[in-house]
């Protein structure tokens, strides 16, 4: 099915550090309200999705959240795993902050630096996860080595994103969604709207799940798996280090 201009996919939007760090230092303020409010709740749901998955080998294991933003991948992990050490990974002092905040009492770890280049030892994490980061990521498989070296042989990886499928059931009212009931809304409460529209952008522009499960394989992953949730919106997409496995380069 051919897409609508409106949807169509701009692949000279690359996704830039600099820029998307100084975007979400200027939403942090609204972040969580906008996730909530334009997913109309769901975004708890998927959370909690993705947390029902986690992989511990070693308990009470430890797990590690990528772009953890404000920290609610953490908080919905905590509760299905309150006795795990949780350590979010994030490059944005501002959103670090705010899930300071809000995980106060966790047993948690908030670390600034760069997922690309993250500051742990080998084979350290049960389980990791980037939640509505992947797409944000300029060199997903620089991300997916790095995530290979820090999980423990048979430790689990899971991505949990927002997409577009133009071929969806739900594609006119889920493209309308993105296209034009996310920016009049970010213009209604006085929103940075290009921040919006980027983040737009980028859900249109990210691959179907299987695109990242083939991705996933060539980057040594195994027992591979995605769902999608809500119309087709969401996508949950895990694969799994293997027990023994050779060194990448």
Not at 7 to 15: A, F, G, T, V, Y
Not at 92 to 111: F, N
Not at 124 to 151: H, W
Request: aromatic share 12%.
């Amino acid at each position: 099915m051919p897409e609508t201009s409106a949807l169509k996919r701009d692949n000279s939007l690359k996704p830039n550090p600099a820029k998307i760090r100084e975007m979400f230092g200027t939403i942090t303020r609204r972040y969580d309200f906008f996730n909530h409010l334009l997913s109309l709740g769901r975004d708890f749901f998927w959370r909690r999705a993705l947390s029902r998955r986690i992989h511990i080998i070693d308990p009470p294991g430890r797990i590690l959240d990528l772009a953890c933003g404000s920290g609610d991948q953490i908080m919905a992990i905590h509760k299905d795993w309150p006795n795990a050490s949780l350590v979010g990974l994030d490059f944005s002092r501002p959103m670090l902050d705010l899930a300071t905040d809000k995980l106060c009492g966790l047993s948690a770890s908030l670390v600034l630096g760069d997922i690309l280049e993250p500051p742990f030892e080998d084979e350290a994490f049960d389980s990791i996860s980037i939640s509505f980061g992947l797409r944000n990521v300029a060199d997903r498989p620089e991300l997916y080595r790095q995530t290979f070296r820090l999980l423990k042989p048979g430790g689990r990886f899971l991505v949990l994103e927002l997409f577009f499928d133009p071929r969806g059931l739900w594609a006119p009212v889920l493209g309308f969604h993105i296209t034009k009931v996310a920016p009049w809304v970010a213009r209604m409460f006085d929103a940075p709207l290009e921040a919006y529209k980027y983040l737009g952008a980028s859900i249109v522009r990210f691959p179907h799940p299987a695109f990242i499960v083939d991705e996933l394989e060539a980057a040594g992953f195994t027992d591979l798996g995605f769902r999608t949730y809500t119309f087709g919106v969401a996508m949950l997409v895990w694969g799994r280090k293997p027990i023994a496995s050779p060194k990448l380069p």
